[in-house]
């Protein structure tokens, strides 16, 4: 499985874009980068996943790089409840059986300041 | 509305005691998984199974024990050989594909004094 590596904390106005970045330097052609979420003391929360492309939904966007490298989680209006911590995962392999195992590292607390 | 369910969110157990931890889901997935979490740390991977009677030992098995005898229930025993079983467990489920994603239950916090 591919290692992430991920700022320890980050801050964001609410109202403006939260940029979270990734980097995933060992992840292989057919691994997906998946970024999920938790709030204090609840379960994980699924945002969004992506291959090779730029990936949006209604939660986020995913922009990943070229090289697959890198990649960024973009909330575009942060508002004070997306305060929280955010995972960024490498690993689950397209056309694999790795679904669903999820190495989790330390992730970036994101906190959203009124 | 179908999820994930894990019962009791907030456990109390005497040390040396062995104690199950519920898992139900109504998502129709075949996959299922169990995490533990400790305090300012990421998740960790205790079991996983992605078909009714199988499963396979995660990273930390070790003093925890599953069965799955349906594909709704994954329930995790926490013996007493675990040697520090206080943690945040956590339950997930998803479809058996690739390209697809997991979904967590709320967790149950087990103390053990």
């Known amino acids: 499985d591919a290692k992430t590596t991920q700022p320890t904390s980050m801050d964001c106005a609410e109202g403006r874009a939260a940029n979270l970045p990734c980097n995933h330097s060992?992840?292989?052609?057919?691994?997906?980068v998946y970024w999920y979420r938790q709030i204090h003391s609840q379960g994980p929360q699924y945002i969004i996943h992506g291959l090779k492309n730029n990936e949006t939904n209604e939660m986020a966007s995913l922009i990943i790089t070229e090289d697959r490298k890198s990649s960024t989680l973009i909330l575009p209006h942060a508002t004070l409840r997306d305060t929280a911590v955010y995972y960024c995962i490498g690993g689950l392999n397209a056309g694999g059986t790795s679904y669903g195992k999820l190495t989790f590292g330390q992730g970036t607390i994101l906190t959203v300041h009124p | 509305d179908g999820g994930i369910t894990q019962s009791p969110k907030y456990l109390f157990r005497k040390e040396g005691q062995n104690v199950t931890l519920s898992c139900e889901q109504n998502l129709n997935h075949d996959a299922m998984y169990w995490y533990r979490q400790d305090p300012g740390q990421g998740l960790r991977l205790i079991y996983y199974?992605?078909?009714?009677?199988?499963?396979q030992k995660g990273d930390i098995a070790e003093g925890y024990s599953v069965s799955r005898e349906k594909k709704e229930s994954f329930p995790l025993t926490v013996t007493s050989a675990q040697k520090n079983p206080t943690a945040f467990y956590l339950c997930a489920s998803s479809m058996a594909t690739e390209n697809t994603e997991a979904f967590f239950g709320q967790g149950t916090r087990l103390t053990v004094v």
């Open positions: 199974s992605q078909i009714v009677n199988d499963f």
């Open positions: 060992t992840i292989s052609g057919n691994e997906y």
